[in-house]
Antibody, heavy 121, light 110 residues
Framework: EVQLVESGGGLVQPGGSLRLSCAASGFTFRSYEMNWVRQAPGKGLEWVSYSSSSSAVTIYYADSVKGRFTISRDNAKNSLYLQMNSLRAEDTAVYYC?????????????WGRGTLVTVSS | SYVLTQPPSVSVAPGQTARITCGGDNIGVKSVHWYQQKPGQAPVLVVYDDSDRPSGIPERFSGSNSGNTATLTISRVEAGDEADYYCQVWDSSSGHPYWVFGGGTKLTVL
């Protein structure tokens, strides 16, 4: 059974940093592209970042987080990460780890339950 | 950047058919994917590549895509179908890949 479990969320002050983790199990993690998607309270879904599966990793970011967030992965630990720096109030959201479908980068076939990040003083 | 437009809400009686639209510029040439999200839960993929269903998703869920509108159709609606539904496409018109979501549609079962 595919499982994605996010952790690392919490309350942080504006300008602060936080590192999210996503522990994957039930599939060959190193073979899949992975993403972070967020959802502000009461709002819709927003894609945040993408990491390819290959050793020469290809990475993309949404314009709203580019230069502040860094995605990474450790295939030996079956884990995906999101380092978030210079956090703003508008970064407050539930952050989901989402797997790209096999053979297609274009949609997400499994999601974690999310971890809540609150940016507030 | 590419924009997807969904109606904020759709209401339907049990047993009837719900149609949720997703509008975008020439969206018919893109592959559209749909997610269901119930309160407090993670999204679940219900339709991919316009009209395919993942295993475990009932045949009552179907999709179509043409011109400037994609549509998620839920036949014989049940109370358990009440949820938010999001359409999504992949777009690279801005210079790098973007996974774009519509604003979401709240399906209410009367």
């Amino acid at each position: 059974e595919v499982q994605l479990v996010e952790s690392g969320g919490g309350l942080v002050q504006p300008g602060g940093s936080l590192r999210l983790s996503c522990a994957a199990s039930g599939f060959t993690f190193r073979s899949y592209e992975m993403n972070w998607v967020r959802q502000a309270p009461g709002k819709g879904l927003e894609w945040v970042s993408y990491s390819s599966s290959s050793s020469a990793v290809t990475i993309y970011y949404a314009d709203s987080v580019k230069g502040r967030f860094t995605i990474s992965r450790d295939n030996a630990k079956n884990s995906l990460y999101l380092q978030m720096n210079s956090l703003r109030a508008e970064d407050t959201a539930v952050y989901y780890c989402a797997r790209a479908a096999a053979g297609s980068d274009y949609y997400f076939d499994y999601w974690g339950r999310g971890t809540l990040v609150t940016v507030s003083s | 950047s590419y924009v997807l437009t969904q109606p904020p809400s759709v209401s339907v009686a049990p047993g009837q058919t719900a149609r949720i639209t997703c509008g975008g510029d020439n969206i018919g040439v893109k592959s559209v994917h749909w997610y269901q999200q119930k309160p407090g839960q993670a999204p679940v993929l219900v339709v991919y590549d316009d009209s395919d269903r993942p295993s475990g998703i009932p045949e009552r869920f179907s999709g179509s895509n043409s011109g400037n509108t994609a549509t998620l159709t839920i036949s014989r609606v049940e109370a358990g179908d009440e949820a938010d539904y999001y359409c999504q496409v992949w777009d690279s018109s801005s210079g790098h890949p973007y996974w774009v979501f519509g604003g979401g549609t709240k399906l209410t079962v009367l």
